[in-house]
DNA sequence: AGAGTTTTTGACTGATCCATCAACAACGGA
DNA sequence: TCCGTTGTTGATGGATCAGTCAAAAACTCT
């Protein structure tokens, strides 16, 4: 009943998410965005009405891609194990290009300045404590974990550290030793 | 033998560094820089030489007003209570206005983007580093912190978990349980 | 008082920012 | 085939960006 779209939206979104994850929210412009996508101006505009909305949909696709990924670990392996895997892939791909994480990204840029989006960010990690969670009662339930705290202190604990990796990856710290944290972090996770 | 300054240099170095620190680099603008300091506009440039340069400014007073801070901490306490006031203030700072720490927001707004300036952000953390790990040495020295690991990767340990914690009292996680997981880091140090 | 030096002042530049718009194009349904 | 709808295209808008400049001003030294 209309003039069909020449672009794939799904893909534009992907892009963009990729552009705002390189280069942060603020500095990601709008021609950055024409450049990645390959769209025109306009057709950008009338397909997602500003950048800031933009945002929010490659946010969204961020979050989740990154439920996708947390469940492709699961697998059947040990709860400890997943966790362990879960912070050493985080950590490698923060690591890889130095581009961190889009949601601590964000959530450092733009908490002070525009809330509305550094929640939407913050339920991104929200979603990965919860995944924390589950697996530590998991491995408590199977006597892997030690019992002597609250699953969800344990859960913030180990994401804490995991977001300190994501930061010493940006800022450069070498691979074997932001690994080696990792394993101390599992180590003090064992029963 | 020249026409005197009418403003304190100081005192527009700070202005400068509260101001990138609340917006960050690229969302700071020069007007913004101006309205802070107080300065005119070719005045600023006439000192300072280019925002980039005042930004380098910043972050040398931020550094060496955090080595100030970790001084002041030391006094006569034990190590593991050291570190874990250290902890408890900067979470305590880092949550208040939500503004987290101005080393741990440019390495994740520049890694990417602007290395050199990023590095510079990164001698903030290895600074703190460096602290954690001489009150960890000092610590193990007096039997109160374990020994079986080295005191490196202790350090990088609690700097990560503390790291992450900065990022989530930006995301506007409670102070309550912000302080929780200090203490549990504290209890796994604990020898 | 005059020369020399640095700062202040505010207007100005060209580039880039995000966003809008009208004209045109491509489709489905009547 | 013609109409309604939606997408494309590229020019255009005003705002803001970082940075420059020439002239006037405030000081010291001679």
């Not at 733009?110 to 525009?114: G, I, Q, R």
């Not at 974990?145 to 609250?150: K, L, N, T």
């Given at each position: 009943m209309a003039r069909p779209r020449k672009f794939d939206a799904d893909a534009a979104v992907e892009a963009a998410m990729e552009t705002f994850w390189t280069k942060g929210y603020t500095g990601t412009s709008t021609e950055d965005l024409l450049a990645e996508t390959g769209m025109l101006r306009g057709s950008l505009y009338n397909a997602f009405g500003s950048k800031r909305g933009l945002f929010e949909l490659a946010l969204h696709r961020y979050r989740d891609k990154g439920a996708a990924g947390q469940n492709a670990i699961q697998?059947?392996?040990p709860p400890l194990e997943r966790i362990r895997r879960l912070m050493l892939s985080g950590v490698d791909r923060a690591a890889a290009d130095?581009?961190?994480c889009l949601a601590v990204n964000t959530v450092t840029e733009?908490?002070?300045?525009?809330p509305e989006l550094a929640a939407l960010a913050r339920r991104c990690l929200t979603q990965l404590e919860a995944v924390l969670v589950e697996a530590i009662e998991d491995g408590r339930a199977q006597g892997e974990?030690?019992?002597?705290?609250?699953a969800r202190l344990l859960a913030r604990q180990v994401m804490g550290t995991f977001h300190g990796l994501l930061v010493q990856a940006k800022a450069g710290y070498d691979r074997q030793s932001l690994h080696e944290t990792v394993e101390a972090v599992v180590a003090d996770l064992r029963a």
């Open positions: 697998a059947d392996r130095r581009r961190g733009l908490a002070s300045v525009d974990i030690r019992a002597d705290r609250p």
